[in-house]
């Protein structure tokens, strides 16, 4: 008789970190993805005051992910790209979180991957165009933590995080059973 032997945690299951970057709150979101699918790890909020410097508020964001990247070791990470803000005080300052946020998984050998807000909202709850309350219900239901409270840029973080997972995933090869399957999915790679 065969039993099934356990497969280690790097077989069976990867972790996604997603971050969306802001000086003032920079959110994270950790995410295990293996055959089960999502499964939440952690989530939080990096919080900064508007009295504070800004090259201080960006040492607390970068330390702050560098502990979360030392407590986890997640193995990829994403991060949501700027958007086009109402001023370009706050582009740049959102410009510089990111590159902290950027450094942090860098420094940590992982380069992240970057989402634009619509393709992650398009990813997680269908529409490009979705509400920040509504990425927050689809990420509670895909990870099935409805009664847990979270600050919207923990969860926009999240679907950061799952966006990514989906995206990797869809462009993975797909596995067949056996030999046959393969050869049906690819008549083309078959010579006659």
Not at 80 to 98: C, D, I, P, W
Not at 139 to 158: E, F, I, N, P, Q
Request: charged share 25%; proline share 5%.
């Amino acid at each position: 008789m065969k039993k099934n032997l356990p497969r280690s945690t790097a077989e069976a299951e990867r972790i996604v970190l997603g971050i969306d970057p802001g000086s003032l709150i920079t959110g994270f979101g950790l995410v295990a993805v293996g055959r089960d699918g999502p499964r939440l790890l952690d989530c939080g909020t990096i919080v900064n005051r508007s009295t504070v410097p800004m090259a201080e508020r960006l040492r607390v964001i970068y330390e702050g992910l560098c502990e979360t990247v030392g407590r986890w070791h997640p193995s990829e990470a994403a991060v949501e790209s700027a958007f086009y803000g109402k001023n370009v005080q706050s582009a740049l300052k959102l410009g510089q979180a990111r590159g902290v946020a950027i450094l942090a998984a860098v420094n940590a050998g992982i380069i992240p991957a970057e989402y634009a807000p619509r393709e992650v909202k398009l990813a997680v709850v269908g529409r490009g165009n979705a509400s920040k309350e509504q990425v927050q219900f689809m990420v509670k239901t895909l990870l099935r933590t409805r009664s847990r409270s979270m600050m919207l840029d923990a969860s926009d973080a999240l679907a950061v995080a799952l966006c990514h997972a989906r995206r990797r995933d869809d462009h993975r090869p797909k596995r067949h059973r056996d030999w046959g399957a393969f050869v049906a999915a690819h008549p083309e790679l078959v010579r006659p």
